[in-house]
Protein backbone atom coordinates (compact mmCIF):
# COMPACT_ATOMS: atom_id res chain seq x y z
CA UNK A 1 0.00 0.00 0.00
CA UNK A 2 1.46 3.49 -1.13
CA UNK A 3 1.88 5.83 1.67
CA UNK A 4 2.41 9.82 1.46
CA UNK A 5 3.83 11.48 4.68
CA UNK A 6 3.60 15.58 4.51
CA UNK A 7 5.50 17.39 7.45
CA UNK A 8 6.39 20.75 8.08
CA UNK A 9 3.24 22.16 8.21
CA UNK A 10 2.70 24.98 11.57
CA UNK A 11 1.90 28.39 13.01
CA UNK A 12 3.68 30.75 11.11
CA UNK A 13 3.83 35.09 11.33
CA UNK A 14 2.49 36.58 8.40
CA UNK A 15 5.80 37.28 6.13
CA UNK A 16 7.67 34.00 7.50
CA UNK A 17 8.54 30.91 5.69
CA UNK A 18 7.62 26.96 6.31
CA UNK A 19 9.27 24.11 4.17
CA UNK A 20 6.84 21.12 3.70
CA UNK A 21 8.42 17.66 2.85
CA UNK A 22 6.34 14.44 1.46
CA UNK A 23 8.10 11.48 1.87
CA UNK A 24 6.30 8.85 -0.76
CA UNK A 25 6.82 4.79 -0.07
CA UNK A 26 5.86 4.18 -3.96
CA UNK A 27 8.96 2.58 -5.52
CA UNK A 28 8.17 3.73 -9.14
CA UNK A 29 8.75 7.44 -7.79
CA UNK A 30 11.17 8.73 -9.69
CA UNK A 31 8.79 8.99 -13.08
CA UNK A 32 5.87 10.23 -11.57
CA UNK A 33 4.61 13.48 -11.22
CA UNK A 34 4.34 15.33 -8.16
CA UNK A 35 2.60 18.22 -6.94
CA UNK A 36 1.18 20.28 -3.67
CA UNK A 37 -2.39 21.17 -3.40
CA UNK A 38 -4.33 23.57 -0.77
CA UNK A 39 -7.87 23.72 0.73
CA UNK A 40 -8.45 26.39 2.74
CA UNK A 41 -11.61 26.20 5.00
CA UNK A 42 -14.77 26.68 2.91
CA UNK A 43 -13.11 26.22 -0.80
CA UNK A 44 -11.92 23.63 -3.09
CA UNK A 45 -8.97 21.70 -3.08
CA UNK A 46 -6.44 23.42 -5.72
CA UNK A 47 -3.20 23.19 -7.11
CA UNK A 48 -0.55 25.12 -5.85
CA UNK A 49 2.82 23.71 -8.12
CA UNK A 50 4.12 20.41 -9.48
CA UNK A 51 6.90 18.84 -10.87
CA UNK A 52 7.66 16.38 -13.30
CA UNK A 53 9.43 13.50 -13.63
CA UNK A 54 12.20 15.03 -15.44
CA UNK A 55 11.90 17.97 -12.95
CA UNK A 56 9.57 20.24 -15.10
CA UNK A 57 7.86 22.59 -12.66
CA UNK A 58 4.68 24.32 -13.10
CA UNK A 59 3.56 26.90 -10.52
CA UNK A 60 -0.30 28.64 -10.59
CA UNK A 61 0.21 32.44 -11.09
CA UNK A 62 -0.57 33.43 -7.85
CA UNK A 63 2.07 31.24 -5.73
CA UNK A 64 5.08 31.60 -8.57
CA UNK A 65 7.66 33.74 -7.04
CA UNK A 66 6.79 32.72 -3.62
CA UNK A 67 6.49 29.22 -3.55
CA UNK A 68 9.62 26.74 -4.79
CA UNK A 69 8.47 22.53 -5.56
CA UNK A 70 11.65 20.46 -5.69
CA UNK A 71 12.02 16.63 -5.48
CA UNK A 72 14.67 14.14 -4.64
CA UNK A 73 14.05 11.20 -5.92
CA UNK A 74 16.78 9.04 -4.16
CA UNK A 75 15.04 10.10 -0.85
CA UNK A 76 11.45 9.70 -2.63
CA UNK A 77 10.60 13.09 -1.36
CA UNK A 78 8.94 16.08 -2.66
CA UNK A 79 9.29 19.73 -0.83
CA UNK A 80 7.78 23.01 -1.17
CA UNK A 81 9.45 26.01 -0.06
CA UNK A 82 6.95 28.65 1.26
CA UNK A 83 8.19 32.17 1.18
CA UNK A 84 6.43 35.30 1.96
CA UNK A 85 3.51 33.93 3.34
CA UNK A 86 0.23 35.24 3.85
CA UNK A 87 -2.73 35.07 6.11
CA UNK A 88 -4.67 33.60 2.72
CA UNK A 89 -2.23 30.82 2.80
CA UNK A 90 -3.37 29.15 5.74
CA UNK A 91 -4.97 25.94 4.54
CA UNK A 92 -4.10 22.68 4.99
CA UNK A 93 -1.31 21.42 2.25
CA UNK A 94 -1.74 18.16 0.31
CA UNK A 95 1.11 16.38 -1.80
CA UNK A 96 -0.03 14.13 -4.50
CA UNK A 97 2.17 11.65 -6.72
CA UNK A 98 0.24 10.50 -9.67
CA UNK A 99 1.50 8.47 -13.34
CA UNK A 100 -1.63 8.95 -15.36
CA UNK A 101 -0.08 5.82 -17.50
CA UNK A 102 -0.50 3.21 -15.15
CA UNK A 103 -3.14 4.57 -12.86
CA UNK A 104 -1.76 6.15 -10.08
CA UNK A 105 -2.83 8.33 -7.71
CA UNK A 106 -1.91 8.94 -4.62
CA UNK A 107 -2.68 11.95 -1.53
CA UNK A 108 -1.06 12.61 1.54
CA UNK A 109 -3.03 12.90 4.91
CA UNK A 110 -2.30 16.62 4.60
CA UNK A 111 -0.36 18.83 6.62
CA UNK A 112 -1.64 22.28 8.39
CA UNK A 113 0.05 25.53 7.75
CA UNK A 114 -1.46 28.31 9.55
CA UNK A 115 -0.18 31.94 9.06
CA UNK A 116 -1.52 34.26 11.63
CA UNK A 117 0.08 37.21 13.99
Known amino acids: QVQLVESGGGLVQPGGSLTLSCVASINVFSICEVGWYRQAPGKERELVAR???????DYVDFFEGRFTISRDNAKKTVYLQMNSLKPEDTAVYYC???????????WGQGTQVTVSS
Open 51 to 57: ISSGGTT
Open 96 to 106: NVRRVQNGYDY
